[in-house]
């Protein structure tokens, strides 16, 4: 599957975007879908996901109660709606397919079989 993340750009402190990520090639359908970030400097991180089966959903802490994770199927797209963002919200922001992942891997990496390229948010004033 390709993944065709878009949305980022720059927005200030408390401001909000929302990302997509459209897949072409195979639906979502029983597939985990998530999204995580990456600054500069560090690692890639987890942000939110969307499981198999029953749809649950699951968040990084920092980011509870201001992000929201959503999933189409008629467009085939996953969302992340970001309000109240800060400044460590910075990030490259990816978006992942997983077609086997169990509910313990939704925060992990390697739960993920294939990747969007990057879309890249700033927050800053």
């Known amino acids: 599957v390709q993944l065709q993340a878009c949305g980022g750009g720059l927005v200030q402190p408390g401001g909000s975007l929302r990302l997509s990520c459209a897949a072409s090639g195979r639906t979502f359908r029983n597939s985990a879908v998530g999204w995580f970030r990456q600054a500069p400097g560090n690692e890639r991180e987890f942000v939110a996901a969307i499981g198999r089966g029953d749809r649950s959903t699951v968040y990084e802490d920092s980011v509870k109660g201001r992000f929201t994770i959503s999933l189409d199927n008629a467009k085939n797209t996953v969302y992340l709606q970001m309000n109240s963002l800060k400044p460590e919200d910075t990030a490259a922001y990816y978006c992942?397919?997983?077609?086997?992942?169990?509910?313990?891997?939704?925060?992990?990496?390697?739960?993920?079989?294939?990747w969007g390229q990057g879309t890249l948010v700033t927050v800053s004033s």
């Open positions: 992942a397919v997983g077609r086997r992942t169990i509910t313990s891997m939704l925060r992990n990496r390697a739960g993920y079989d294939d």
